[in-house]
């Protein structure tokens, strides 16, 4: 039997900047009550959750990590806990991005003393997109009990951030060892004052925030003037629930101060499985006439259904699979199919995680969090079912939208006969992480590995090293440009070889013409930026010929004319030529066409294009005026410029892609750590003159033998 029913679940993921104290605030919880004797610390390396060797070494969390847990206090039945522990550093921010289907809350940890940073804005940006019911915990709030004002001046700066619905629940008394319910507390009155404003003054404003969601609720405050908290119960989980009320609460992790009265908010008040927003299902083939699915947890008896929100590799366990139980019931044993795929596969052992440690158990039920380990077919948003229904053969999971990584590093073996492992070692990378990706770069003779920054491909490679037993050598990528012309021009060619016996003969006549841009189609795949037409006349060439001319062209193009890159844009017409009724053939025609268009092209002005990227940067408004002249330096257009709360700016700018390998360290350098940018490509521009002269000149092609 299930050890909780679904109503009891909660599910809250633990995001928040770099040093806020996610992983220091999960210990200090584990041991208040009392899951583990002592709580653990960063700088010891014995934290629960950061229980790699890569976020030993760095001292910060780098992956999502679980716990789960029961509490009772005096008032209701056990709650099982699942927290999630998420990283925070901007690098990361794929890791923290891709549990929020798995939970019903989003609790972002704020330093107070550091306030409102760039991670903080991003997830709970998204969080209020994937209609994530929010939470803010402000963490250290020990560290400001010298500083008068500095908490109440951060809950402004919270609200002019992220709207006036952001609210306190709980308030710290005036030396910060403690804190004062709000939600149960209505008046003021013996006992401990707060930091900052009145207990009936914080009570008040939260009752007149939740009763707006509930117009009979309203009409009852309004004529009696009081509510009990009970009345106000189920209106404050729908204000949750349509973010009018984002919860601030106040903690100290190191001191425990606030951490037992965070447990019973979160006990009493986060929404169950139940009680949550929907899960974003989809129902039909992906892109093609979906419509929306939502599962239903209230009735074990319902068909299960899960989805795998997360993979990891363990050295000694092999694939991880992290599931989020959405309907029905699973039990050891059972078999589940991957989406409409008929072979049925058998699930041994069901675990739940803690830390690094997983404990089996018999059964989950709607809304829980479990793990399966060495079941491959299972990938990162797979969903799973025991249907019959063969509609549910196309039910998948609405993915959650993640940061495009424009930070790359070109990879090679540093040792012989590693080629074979790091294609395999790099497979469960790349499903490990959403935000890292690999790939083999044609133009350039390059396998490029893209991540979110300098920290982010240190890690990976710090992996590879300790996980894989790989060393790589590194270098920046080369840029992918293209070639194409800005002229029309004409040229013959004849292939003529005989060396006894058969020959070869082909000589094909053609002319070369730039594209209309509107015929350009998708410029990144050089097949489609070709217009063949054949112009010739009175079978001067025979058409069975043809597809050998254009095999030539396009061989051509693929390999470039000018500079080694792949052309695109070009029609060419073939207007004459000449024949042999025995020695012409394919390949004759083949090697004509071939030369015949590299010679063509030239003299047909051929240009350079290189990719720009549009980049939007935020930063603090003291940093502008020096972001956007070391951009103008990096010849970007620069674009408008918005202003942001918090005394933050976002930027637009065009730049080229060749330019903007350091950007990540140099924006780091000049905001100190607080700007981040996101790019993404925009379109192809011509490449300055100077620019396209030395690429050319260091251009050394292999001529083919005739």
């Given at each position: 039997m299930p050890r909780h029913s679904t109503q009891l679940i909660r599910n809250i993921a633990l995001t928040g900047h770099a040093g806020s104290g996610k992983t220091t605030l999960i210990e200090s919880i584990l041991a208040a009550t009392q899951?583990?004797?002592?709580?653990?610390?960063?700088?010891?390396?014995?934290?629960?959750?950061?229980?790699?060797?890569?976020?030993?070494?760095?001292?910060?969390?780098?992956?999502?990590?679980?716990?789960?847990?029961?509490?009772?206090?005096?008032?209701?039945?056990p709650k099982h806990f699942n927290l999630v522990d998420t990283p925070g550093f901007p690098?990361?921010?794929?890791?923290s991005l891709s549990v929020f289907p798995a939970v019903e809350t989003c609790a972002v940890v704020i330093d107070a003393e550091r306030g409102i940073q760039t991670t903080t804005r991003r997830v709970m940006r998204v969080a209020a997109e994937r209609r994530l019911p929010r939470m803010i915990i402000v963490n250290k709030i020990d560290t400001q009990s010298d500083q008068d004002g500095a908490l109440a001046a951060l809950v402004e700066q919270i609200r002019d951030t992220f709207g006036k619905e952001c609210l306190p629940l709980n308030l710290p008394t005036p030396d910060c060892s403690d804190v004062v319910d709000l939600w149960e507390k209505a008046e003021d009155g013996d006992g401990p004052g707060t930091r900052f404003s009145s207990i009936s003054e914080g009570h008040q404003q939260l009752v007149d925030q939740i009763v707006e969601v509930d117009e009979d609720l309203m009409s009852v405050y309004l004529e009696e003037g009081t509510l009990t908290k009970d009345q106000l119960h189920d209106a404050f989980e729908k204000a949750l629930r349509e973010a009018h009320l984002v919860p601030i609460v106040f903690v100290s992790a190191r001191t425990g101060a606030g951490v037992d009265d965070l447990l019973h908010l979160m006990a009493n008040l986060c929404p169950s499985p139940i009680e949550g927003n929907p899960r974003p299902f989809l129902l039909g083939e992906e892109g093609k006439d979906e419509r929306e699915w939502h599962a239903d947890p209230t009735d074990p008896s319902k068909t299960f259904v899960g989805h795998v929100f997360k993979v990891t590799t363990d050295q000694f366990v092999g694939k991880v699979a992290m599931i989020r139980v959405h309907q029905g019931t699973l039990k050891a044993g059972d078999s589940v199919q991957l989406g409409d795929s008929r072979k049925p596969i058998k699930l041994a052992h069901l675990n739940k995680v803690f830390g690094k440690t997983m404990e089996d158990v018999d059964s989950a039920v709607a809304g829980d969090i479990i793990a399966m380990a060495k079941v491959e077919e299972f990938h990162r948003d797979t969903v799973i079912h025991q249907s019959k229904n063969e509609s549910l053969n196309t039910l998948h999971f609405k993915p959650v939208p993640m940061p495009r990584p424009m930070y790359g590093v070109a990879i090679e073996a540093k040792n012989r006969g590693d080629e074979v492992k790091i294609g395999s070692a790099m497979a469960k990378l790349v499903e490990e992480d959403p935000t890292f990706t690999v790939q083999r770069i044609a133009a350039t003779n390059q396998t490029v590995v893209s991540g979110m920054g300098d920290l982010h491909m240190r890690v990976i490679l710090e992996k590879l090293h300790n996980r894989f037993k790989l060393d790589l050598n590194t270098q920046p990528p080369k840029v992918a440009y293209k070639e194409s012309i800005t002229g029309k021009a004409s040229a013959s060619h004849r292939h003529k070889k005989q060396t006894g016996g058969s020959g070869q003969f082909g000589e094909v006549h053609l002319s070369v013409e730039p594209l209309p841009v509107d015929e350009f189609g998708d410029a990144t795949d050089p097949k489609i930026g070709l217009d063949f037409v054949d112009e010739t006349v009175g079978g001067s060439i025979p058409r069975q010929f043809m597809p050998a001319i254009e095999k030539g062209i396009r061989q051509a193009m693929e390999h470039g004319a000018i500079a080694g890159y792949p052309m695109t844009g070009v029609r060419v017409r073939v207007t004459d030529g000449k024949h042999h009724p025995v020695d012409s053939k394919e390949i004759a025609f083949i090697s004509a066409g071939k030369k015949a268009f590299i010679e063509a092209v030239k003299n047909a002005k051929p240009v350079l294009l290189e990719p720009i990227c549009s980049v939007e940067i935020t930063a603090p408004a003291t940093n502008v005026g020096d972001i956007t002249a070391d951009l103008s330096g990096k010849r970007a257009h620069m674009g408008d410029t918005e202003y942001l709360p918090g005394d933050m700016m976002l930027i637009h700018a065009k730049a080229p892609l060749a330019e903007m390998g350091r950007f990540t360290s140099e924006l780091k350098s000049i905001t100190g750590g607080q700007g981040t940018f996101v790019m993404d490509y925009s379109h192809d521009e011509n490449t300055p003159g100077n620019v396209q002269a030395e690429?050319?000149?260091?251009?050394?092609?292999?001529?083919d033998d005739d």
């Open positions: 899951v583990i004797g002592k709580a653990g610390s960063v700088e010891t390396k014995d934290t629960i959750c950061d229980f790699e060797p890569e976020e030993q070494e760095h001292g910060h969390s780098l992956n999502a990590a679980f716990v789960n847990f029961d509490f009772t206090d005096d008032e209701t039945e690098d990361f921010l794929g890791q690429i050319i000149a260091a251009y050394s092609p292999d001529h």
